[in-house]
């Protein structure tokens, strides 16, 4: 079943994006840009100044997120906006902080985007975008 990312127009007061910590960083743990890699590759997802939290907690809280990988998709999520959910950008938010990804050969770019419980996007400052080349 899928999920449905997308905002209530009820009327409800919707809370804002949490602030980002001093000093947060998203990062590729073991991959670097221009690095050729095998398919499938095992991706492990970095953060710094954040806590990685499921969202079946739904916590919308200073320093509480989790992970989303954009494949072959934009540099960034514009802040505030929701995470789509399809085959370019895959959620994790069972707080995983890494995965195996199959690639066909060639050249991909790999977005780590952070989000908050109702998959926010934090912006470009919680997101890094590294290129890869498949063998």
């Avoid at 899928?2 to 910590?21: C, F, L, Q, R, W």
């Avoid at 590759?41 to 079946?56: A, I, P, Q, R, Y």
């Amino acid at each position: 079943m899928a999920m449905n990312h997308n905002m209530s127009d009820s009327g409800a007061k919707v809370t804002p994006v949490p602030e980002i910590p001093a000093g947060a960083k998203v990062y590729f743990k073991n991959l670097k840009d221009g690095e050729t890699v095998k398919s499938p590759l095992k991706v492990e997802f970095g953060v710094d100044g954040m806590t990685v939290d499921s969202v079946s907690k739904k916590i919308i809280a200073t320093g509480s997120g989790h992970h989303h990988l954009l494949v072959d998709a934009e540099d960034s999520i514009p802040s505030g906006t929701v995470v789509p959910k399809d085959s370019t950008h895959l959620h994790f938010g069972n707080a995983q902080t890494s995965t195996e990804l199959k690639l066909t050969p060639g050249e991909h770019k790999l977005t780590l985007q952070f989000a908050d419980g109702i998959h926010r996007s934090y912006g470009s400052k919680l997101a890094t975008t590294i290129k890869v080349k498949v063998k």
